[in-house]
Each structure stands twice: as structure tokens, then as C-alpha cells.
């Protein structure tokens, strides 16, 4: 079922009077229904004057929608000429940023429309505010990302490897209610813990590792996304506890200067300059963050380059880290809501450093 109001907002911002949406993750925000459609055309025509055409190969099913015209093709069909039926040809059509070549190369020769641009700024600042119903939703998908956690750390063991623990996580938030991950998840011991984007292997866990776990589920299609890094049977040297404890610090400061109307990149600075000013600044890598709904990335980010502005709605990620290999790896994760006077931390698991096994 078309969600109407969501349409009307991206139609709002839109600078194009018609729109070609493709992404199926942006379909998905439009209709509430997932669609898988491969090699094959999947399409969304919005614009101000007409009701909303989606176009969709006859091997995939959508229930009927008032609110919506649905246009069945298959494959020998003329799927330009179809599209071309129902496009305005004297006004531009706005695309989808991941629209195929194969597919937009031939609208372009056959001029469907009177030029064509990207147009998917206005679905993306649109996503970027959630409503009630994905704000519910992001709650509860952190709740089990809580709960998970929980049991995550008790999978730590003598012997065991990053990826035997990885393995058994997918089952873990399925129990707890999560239908999938968001993301693959990041388990990672000792030095491999300084590699930000670690894929677990076959390393065995030993006695004083830090054990790193960047892990998300999905429910309901929303995602959530959370890191803590705990100490394996003995606490943290003092190197490693100041390096833990800045990261804390750079977490907790940054997410206390958020409330509506803040630049992204002064959020950035903050956790940044923490950081730099106890000795590490080089070790922290990337950005503050990223926001996050429908996808775990999603268009939007805290950092340095981003000089717009938080609004009541946006969720996002702030995770500074530092990535020393002869110290620690250490990140702190949390997702946290924009609300209209302030924020709030949709995961609760503790900052506290934590000794496990």
C-alpha cells in the first residue's frame, strides 16, 4: 500500500515534476513491500498530477492499490515504449541514482521525457526525517541489537575463533524476533580489532585480546547498528584504557552537543578533536557516522564534509574509534534520535569497559 504522505514529501523537495524511482529500497519506504527484481526493470513514476504508476515484470506479485496504477510487462514486452506511454515528453524526468545504463541509455535515445537528471536528492532528504511508524521500528530493531549483545559476548570462549562466533549470531537475532542482519557481522580479536572493517577469520582468541563486535539485525526492514569492544579474561593495560577511555569520551561529548539545527560537520569535530588533543587523532580513520533506516547507510553521514544540519527525525550513528595494532583497536557505537529538543540513544548497552569470558 502506497504510504502517501511519504510520496508527497519527496514530491515537496522534488526540483523535477516527475520522478522514476528504482531503488528497491526506496520502494520498499514508498509501498511497504520488498521487491528482488535482479537483471529485470523495476520502476516507480510519481509526479504532481497524476496518480503514482509503478511498473512491474509479470513474474513479481503486488497486491492491487487504489492508490496506485500498476503496469504489468514481460519479457519480450517493449518496456521502453511502455514507459514512454505513460511519461510526460515536454517535462524532465528525474532518475534514480542506481538506474541501470541498459535501461536509461535507451529512455534517453527514445526521449521519454524532455531531459532527464538525477532525482534522487528529494527520496533521500525525505528518508533522512523518519516518521513515527520507522521511529518505532529503529526502537525495537535496537532493543534485540541490545539483547543480542548480551549473548554475543558470552559465544567468547578458549579456542574459539572469529569466525565460529560469527556464525552462530545470525541465529541469535533471529530468536530474539530479527528477521536478517543489517550488515555482515565484524567480529574481530586482538590487533585484528584495529582494522575498522575487519572480516572475521580463523584468528583464536587469546587471553587479554580485545574483542570487538560491530553487529546490526533487521526488523520489520529497519535496521540497527551498535559496537562495543570488551577485554577477554583480564582488564585493559593503561595504554589500553586510555585509548578506551577516549573513545568513550569523544562517543559521550559528541552525541551531547545533538539537538536540531547542529552542522553534522561541528559533531564530527568534536568527537575529532578529542581525540587529536590525547595523542591519536591519526588512528581515528573516517567519519563520525553514518545515517541509517531502510539500509544500514543510507544517504547522509557525519563528518568534516557535511554542513547541513540535524532535524527531529534524523537517526544516525556516532562511532568514533582508534586503530592503533601495537595498543588496542577500540570503537563505540551507538544510533542515536534527533528529537525536537534534543536526543536520544536508541541502544542501551553500556559504555562501562567490560571484561568477558
Known amino acids: 500500500m502506497l504510504k502517501k504522505e511519504r510520496m508527497n514529501r519527496i514530491l515537496e523537495k522534488a526540483e523535477q515534476e516527475q520522478l522514476l524511482i528504482t531503488d528497491p529500497c526506496a520502494l520498499f519506504y514508498l509501498l511497504g513491500t520488498w521487491f528482488y527484481p535482479g ?52 517535462r524532465a524526468l ?35 526525517v523518519k516518521d513515527e511508524e520507522e521511529i518505532a521500528l529503529m526502537r525495537k530493531s535496537s532493543r534485540i541489537n541490545d539483547q543480542a549483545m548480551v549473548l554475543f559476548k558470552r559465544l567468547i570462549h578458549e579456542g574459539v575463533t572469529e569466525k565460529e562466533v560469527a556464525a552462530q549470531t545470525l541465529a541469535i537475532y533471529r530468536s530474539l524476533g530479527a528477521e536478517a542482519f543489517s550488515f555482515e557481522p565484524i567480529v574481530a580479536f586482538g590487533a585484528n580489532a584495529a582494522d575498522p572493517h575487519h572480516m572475521p577469520d580463523d584468528t583464536v582468541i587469546q587471553e587479554g585480546d580485545a574483542v570487538l563486535f560491530d553487529v546490526g539485525c533487521k526488523y520489520h526492514g529497519y535496521c540497527s547498528d551498535m559496537t562495543r569492544t570488551f577485554f577477554y ?45 590525547g ?22 553521514d557525519v563528518s568534516a564534509a557535511n554542513t547541513r544540519k540535524t532535524e527531529a527525525g534524523n537517526i544516525h550513528s556516532i562511532e568514533p574509534g582508534i586503530y592503533f595494532p ?32
Open 39 to 90: 537483471e529485470r526493470f523495476l520502476g516507480l513514476l510519481i509526479s504532481k498530477d497524476r496518480k503514482p504508476v509503478l511498473f512491474l515484470n509479470a513474474l513479481f506479485h503486488y497486491e492491487d492499490d487504489p492508490e496506485t496504477e500498476t503496469v504489468l510487462f514481460s519479457d519480450t514486452d517493449d518496456l521502453i515504449g511502455i514507459l514512454s506511454g505513460y511519461t510526460d515528453h515536454d
Open 94 to 128: 528525474g532518475v534514480d541514482k542506481i538506474m541501470p545504463a541498459r535501461f536509461l541509455l535507451p529512455m534517453m535515445e527514445r526521449k521519454i521525457a524532455s531531459s532527464f537528471s538525477l532525482g534522487s536528492l528529494a527520496v533521500d532528504l525525505t528518508r533522512a
Open 233 to 277: 579474561k583480564k582488564g585493559p593495560s593503561p595504554e589500553q584504557e586510555k585509548v578506551y577511555n577516549l573513545v568513550r569520551r569523544a562517543n559521550e561529548e559528541a552525541e551531547k552537543m545533538l539537538k536540531p539545527g547542529v552542522p553534522l560537520c561541528d559533531v564530527d569535530k568534536k568527537a575529532r578533536d578529542i581525540i587529536t588533543e
Open 279 to 300: 595523542g591519536f587523532g591519526p588512528y581515528f580513520t573516517h567519519r563520525l557516522g553514518h545515517f541509517i533506516g531502510v539500509e544500514d547507510h543510507e544517504f547522509g
Open 326 to 357: 601495537e595498543i588496542l583497536g577500540c570503537r563505540i557505537e551507538d544510533l542515536v534520535l534527533i528529537t525536537e529538543d534534543g536526543y536520544d540513544v536508541l541502544n542501551k548497552y553500556p559504555h562501562e569497559i567490560e571484561i568477558i569470558g
